[in-house]
C-alpha cells in the first residue's frame, strides 16, 4: 500500500514539474516576442510604460469613437438628409473625426509625456489595418469586401487618418526628448575627487 502511495506522489511529482518547466519555457517565449513590453519588471512596473499606457488610452479612444458616432449620426442625419450621400457621410465622419481631435488637443496639453497621444493613434491605425485585413479574409466575395470598404473608409479610415495626422504634427511640435547627460549617473558616485 505504502509502496503504490510513494509511487503516485512521484508520478505527481514528476507531472508538476513537467508542467513547471513548461510554464517556464512559455514565459521565455513571451519574453522574447512583442509582447515583453506588456511584462512586469521584478519591480512589479511595466517594461514599456509607453506601450502599456498607449494601449490602454487606445482601447478608451475606441469607446469615445463609438460614442463620438453615435452622437454624430443622430444630430447631423436630420441636417443632411437632403444633402448628397457623399458629402452627408464625409460631415458626418468629420464631425466624429474632430471631437476626437478636440479631446486629443486637451488631453495633449494636460499630459507631460508629450508621445501619448500620437502612440494611442498609431495604436488605432493598428487596429484599423487589423479590421481591414481580417474582414478581407472573412468575407471573401469582392462585392461584399467593396462594400465593406465603403463602411471603412467613412466610420474608421478618415477620422483616424484625421487624428493621426493632427497627433502627429503636435508631437513634432512639443515632444523634446530627455538631455543625455555627459556622465552616466553611476559614474559619479565611483568616482574620487
Not at 110 to 134: E, F, I, P, Q
Request: charged share 25%.
Amino acid at each position: 500500500m505504502d509502496y503504490n502511495n510513494d509511487f503516485e506522489r512521484q508520478i505527481e511529482d514528476a507531472e508538476r514539474e513537467r508542467r513547471k518547466k513548461e510554464r517556464k519555457e512559455k514565459w521565455a517565449k513571451r519574453e522574447k516576442s512583442f509582447w515583453r513590453a506588456f511584462l512586469f519588471t521584478e519591480d512589479g512596473k511595466p517594461k514599456s510604460g509607453l506601450m502599456v499606457y498607449t494601449f490602454c488610452l487606445s482601447l478608451v479612444y475606441v469607446l469615445l469613437y463609438i460614442a463620438a458616432f453615435n452622437f454624430s449620426i443622430e444630430w447631423l442625419s436630420p441636417l443632411t438628409a437632403s444633402w448628397p450621400v457623399f458629402a452627408g457621410n464625409l460631415v458626418q465622419s468629420l464631425a466624429a473625426g474632430a471631437a476626437l481631435v478636440l479631446i486629443s488637443l486637451v488631453l495633449h496639453r494636460l499630459l507631460t509625456d508629450k508621445r501619448l497621444m500620437l502612440g494611442c493613434h498609431l495604436w488605432l491605425a493598428l487596429y484599423a489595418a487589423l479590421v481591414c485585413a481580417s474582414m478581407l479574409f472573412m468575407l471573401g466575395d469582392r462585392d461584399a469586401f467593396s462594400a465593406f470598404l465603403h463602411f471603412f473608409s467613412w466610420f474608421i479610415l478618415v477620422p483616424v487618418l484625421l487624428g493621426l495626422a493632427v497627433t502627429y504634427l503636435l508631437y513634432r511640435r512639443d515632444y523634446v526628448p530627455p538631455k543625455r547627460d555627459e556622465e552616466a549617473p553611476w559614474k559619479k558616485y565611483t568616482q574620487r575627487r
